[in-house]
């Protein structure tokens, strides 16, 4: 399936000025990057979008994330290869994503609060608010991501 279909870019300028007015307000996020590509991979993986998981990946890897992180992204749940605070995120970041099976559940959320407190803990749902927009984006327009 290989048919890209009209961005939104193209066709709704101020759409995607919107959508990267969210993505310019993660970049002020206090959060380590290589967490945010775990939170942005991670959610890429669960919304099956290629475009944006090959683009992650690729941030990742540059910022010097290992690929055997990487490849274990997909089974954090039984790795050792990921911290507590990672644990936390990546839990969040399934559980956002997926929001519509269970929400999120208080453990999850008060989890997240005691590593990163308040306002840290929003600007994270933040992030994988966005990160999920742009995945129904890429996945909705068929987005190939050329490097």
């Not at 945010?36 to 290629?50: D, F, H, P, V, Y």
Request: with cysteine; aromatic share 6%.
């Amino acid at each position: 399936m290989n048919n890209k279909r009209k961005s939104i870019t193209e066709t709704d300028p101020a759409a995607y000025q919107a959508m990267m007015a969210l993505e310019n307000y993660g970049k002020t996020c206090p959060l380590n990057q290589k967490l945010k590509e775990l939170i942005k991979m991670r959610a890429s993986q669960i919304n099956g979008c290629a475009y944006c998981l090959d683009m992650h990946t690729e941030d990742a890897l540059k910022l010097g994330e290992s690929p055997r992180r990487i490849f274990a992204l997909s089974v954090w749940h039984e790795s050792h290869l990921f911290t507590e605070e990672e644990r936390a995120l990546l839990q969040l970041t399934e559980e956002v994503t997926k929001i519509s099976e269970k929400g999120v559940a208080d453990d999850t959320y008060n989890k997240v609060l005691s590593l990163f407190g308040e306002k840290l803990t929003a600007q994270i749902i933040m992030l994988i608010v966005t990160i999920n927009a742009w995945n129904r984006i890429a996945v909705s327009t068929r987005q190939i991501f050329k490097p």
